[in-house]
């Protein structure tokens, strides 16, 4: 893919994820976030985060993301744009991190933006190093019939 390939298609996971975030549902914190994910086909995915009065119940932009993604058949993510306000670029929190590689790879990347633009490209391996991952749940369940 040549450099301006790549740089619309970045550009059109920043919008989906700006878009969404018009849309979050966030009366408590007041911390709009969007987030969009390319998968392996190219299709992208948005979601924005929803905040229920009965704290901790609400999901994250991504986890919404992931939800729709999977609600199309899709499994595999390749790139990630989250957005929050503010000066400096929104990072995923853990959880969502541990979300991101159940369906990424160490070389997913991951824009971590402020509404303001595109913030630099993070390997979801930099982010989460160590994962825990489906292999380790296989290698448990083989030691203990062991």
Known sequence: MTDAGEAAELAALFDAARRVQAHAHAPYSRFAVGAALRTASGAIFAGCNVENAAYPEGICAE??????????????ITHVVVIGDGVTPLTPCGACRQRLAEFGTLETRIYCSTSEGIGAPHLLGDLLPHAFSAHRLAEGRLRSQA
Do not use: N, V
């Open 63 to 76: 986890t919404g993301a992931i939800a729709a993604m999977i609600a199309a058949g899709e499994r595999i």
